[in-house]
């Protein structure tokens, strides 16, 4: 049986960059499947995404589908004849033309027929406008006086077959074998060859890398180049990573500086400015301590390197400048000042404002921290500032800081040093494999936080459910359980639950 490659490209407006490998990999998913209940077989799947475009390439697709035996079972012999009749012209044949089979049910009416394999080319249009509805996208855009929907404006598309254009249509747009490189260094279309030089091509002609994980590897490697440079190490944290390749075709990582003044602002403040608002890597020294340095990646080959990063170096200032006039600002009150204003804050309509939630966690806190021996009113104390820093000016413009920013600020205010750090470690265990708290207290106030709000919601019957928990219930019940396991914790729950 003949085989051919098969390409699909979808070409876009640039695409959102957190959502990129997982319309990637649907795309490839539902086209796959959808062959498989189409019974054509194939060689090896490949997706590619870049902030343009989507596409798969799939090796030694099967052309034709096999011939096969259609088998249609009709009514029993015992049946009036004029349901035999009706089940014959159904069938398009006369009475006598139908078999007759032997079940343990008795004999009943059959017809069978071969059915010939349709040509794949005439199959896949089908498959390319089931594969697009099928992804998973919350929001679809039209542009243009078009009706058709997607994520982003879509302006061509290529589906082949070797060197052989399948007739199709994609949103009004017809199929065409010419895609588009760079967006800055390649202005002109680039006509492709076959499926099998597809990425060669855009790497050649357009200056672009198809392959997201070679971006990535390519971003590693040039930014622990670029920290060298300036006798430091990079973090490369994955979900960053993630982010920054889908933002670029053809990655270049420069490195820049800021002031050392804003080192007087806590670390992770600085990192979260530059990661979240600027899609930078932060470096640190040897010790791990962070350094007046970051990476950016673009998206071009400058002429002039210099003049990119530092209009980087000016646009990181404000932002820095910020988190240092937040920092400060933050100082100037203390976290118990901070509490009243938790009584505006509704935790959840029927538990309560933020205020109830603080108050209830501080005695629970109290009572494990009694079972398991540690300082009860340090734990209490810990409970009764938990919540405290949510109002902060740094904490409202990075939601990440919470806790430890709760943290500094306990110790700003002359809070004891286990008290402080009980504030922060008790959002601890965050996710799978998360380090756990480290001393008792902490561990009482992580465990007396999650316990409330499972028995609160379970309460007032909000259980997760097999598609949402919008509470994350189920991560806080993990996180308890790993608290009391592997720190050995005896703990009498029913009481414990009993006085939630």
Request: net charge negative; hydrophobic share 45%; with cysteine.
């Amino acid at each position: 049986m003949s085989h051919a490659d098969f390409l699909f490209e979808l070409g876009t407006e640039e695409l959102p960059p957190k959502s990129l490998q997982t319309l990637q990999n649907a795309l490839r998913d539902s086209i796959v499947k959808q062959l498989g209940a189409l019974n054509l077989g194939h060689g090896s799947v490949t997706a590619y995404a870049t902030p343009r475009r989507l596409a798969v390439i799939i090796d030694q697709l099967q052309l034709q589908q096999a011939d096969r035996q259609e088998s249609r079972r009709g009514p029993s012999l015992a049946a009036p004849e004029k349901a035999a009749q009706g089940f014959a012209r159904s069938c398009g044949v006369d009475l006598a033309d139908l078999d007759v089979i032997d079940t343990d049910k008795g004999q009943y009416y059959n017809f069978e027929k071969n059915v010939a394999g349709a040509a794949t080319s005439s199959l896949l249009a089908a498959v390319i406008d089931q594969a697009l509805a099928d992804l998973p996208i919350a929001k679809r855009m039209r542009w243009g006086d078009s009706r058709a929907e997607f994520v982003r404006p879509v302006h061509w598309f290529i589906l082949m077959l070797n060197n052989e254009l399948v007739d199709a249509n994609v949103f009004g747009l017809s199929n065409s074998r010419e895609t588009r490189g760079h967006r800055f260094h390649c202005q002109q279309a680039i006509t492709i060859d076959s499926p099998a030089s597809y990425a060669k091509q855009l790497r050649e002609e357009g200056q672009v890398i198809v392959d997201i994980e070679e971006r990535k590897q390519i971003i590693r490697d040039q930014v622990a180049i670029e920290a060298q440079k300036v006798s430091a190490n990079a973090v490369v944290s994955d979900s960053l990573l993630n982010e920054v390749s889908a933002l670029v075709e053809w990655p270049v990582s420069l490195c820049g500086r800021f002031d050392d003044a804003f080192l007087a602002v806590p670390a992770q403040a600085l990192i979260s400015s530059m990661a979240e608002h600027q899609k930078y890597f932060h470096l640190v020294n040897d010790q791990g301590d962070i350094q007046p340095y970051f990476i950016t990646v673009s998206n071009i080959v400058s002429k002039d390197p210099q003049a990119v990063i530092s209009g980087n170096e000016r646009v990181i200032r404000p932002r820095l400048a910020d988190a240092v006039f937040f920092f400060e600002t933050d100082k100037k009150s203390t976290l118990e000042s901070r509490n009243p204003a938790l009584e505006k804050v509704v935790f959840q309509a029927d538990l309560g404002t933020l205020a109830d939630k603080t108050r209830r966690i501080a005695s629970l806190a109290g009572t494990i921290a009694t079972q398991i021996g540690a300082d009860v009113g340090k734990a209490t104390r810990a409970g009764l500032l938990a919540k405290s820093d949510l109002n902060t000016e740094m904490v409202l413009e990075f939601g990440d800081l919470q806790g430890l920013m709760g943290h500094v600020y306990a110790l700003n205010d002359g809070e004891d040093a286990i008290t402080a750090a009980a504030i922060e470690q008790h959002y601890w265990p965050k996710f799978a494999g998360d380090k756990l708290p480290e001393s008792p207290e902490a561990s009482a106030l992580a465990l007396a936080d999650r316990l409330d709000t499972l028995v609160g919601l379970f309460g007032i019957k909000q259980p997760p459910t097999g598609s949402k928990d919008p509470y994350a219930l189920r991560r806080a019940t993990v996180g308890m359980l790993r608290i009391m396991i592997e720190q050995e914790l005896d703990l009498d729950l029913a009481s414990l639950i009993e006085e939630a």
